[in-house]
T-cell receptor, first 113, second 113 residues
Framework: AQKITQTQPGMFVQEKEAVTLDCTYD???????LFWYKQPSSGEMIFLIY??????QNATEGRYSLNFQKARKSANLVISASQLGDSAMYFC??????????FGAGTRLTVKP | ETGVTQSPTHLIKTRGQQVTLRCSSQ?????VSWYQQALGQGPQFIFQ???????GRGNFPPRFSGLQFPNYSSELNVNALELDDSALYLC????????????FGPGTRLLVL
């Protein structure tokens, strides 16, 4: 069975510093995709970054990078130079060939001025 | 702004009633997925439609059903509402199956009393 685990219910970071949000996953499928989404209080899920299971390099999108360690089954999100607008819930998710996307429980990030 | 809209934004129903939630995807997006997000949890996959056919289903009972229309709109129907159905319902669309990026709508907040 596929499972996504986010062990940090809440995280604090000082403005302009970097922060790492943890995500581990479990699947027996050789082909899968890993995603990070941001959910502000308004509720809309905002796509941040994607990593395919066969991608050799870690994905990066602006200030977001995904630290993909396949052997450890981890896909941590690194946000560099945090901004006040980064305060939100962050969800790690995984999709496999059966089109079922599984989400973790989320991490609430608070950026302090 | 993802180009995906949902209606209504909020809804209050009583136990036993039926509800229809609507989603309008971007033009050309043939895939739509529906998710249920209970308070304080990550989204749970309900089902996915591709070109008007159901293409995958999560662990939800048959009283959760859906439709997808040729004009890129879709519906989620829930019969015999229960208190535990109170949640944020999100739809997400993508152009084709297996596409990395899903675009989420703002969600419908359903409260069942």
């Amino acid at each position: 069975a596929q499972k996504i685990t986010q062990t940090q219910p809440g995280m604090f970071v000082q403005e302009k510093e970097a922060v790492t949000l943890d995500c581990t996953y479990d699947t027996s499928d050789p082909s899968y995709g890993l995603f990070w989404y941001k959910q502000p209080s308004s509720g809309e899920m905002i796509f941040l970054i994607y990593q395919g299971s066969y991608d050799q390099q870690n994905a990066t999108e602006g200030r977001y990078s995904l630290n993909f360690q396949k052997a450890r089954k981890s896909a941590n999100l690194v946000i560099s130079a945090s901004q006040l607008g980064d305060s939100a819930m962050y969800f790690c998710a995984m999709s496999t060939d059966n089109n079922d996307m599984r989400f973790g429980a989320g991490t609430r990030l608070t950026v302090k001025p | 702004e993802t180009g995906v809209t949902q209606s209504p934004t909020h809804l209050i129903k009583t136990r036993g009633q039926q509800v229809t939630l609507r989603c309008s995807s971007q033009s050309g997006h043939n895939t739509v997925s529906w998710y249920q997000q209970a308070l304080g949890q990550g989204p749970q996959f309900i089902f996915q439609y591709y070109r008007e056919e159901e293409n995958g289903r999560g662990n939800f009972p048959p009283r959760f059903s859906g439709l997808q229309f040729p004009n890129y709109s879709s519906e989620l129907n829930v019969n015999a509402l229960e208190l535990d159905d109170s949640a944020l319902y999100l739809c997400a669309s993508s152009r084709e199956l297996g596409e990395e990026t899903q675009y989420f709508g703002p969600g419908t907040r359903l409260l069942v009393l």
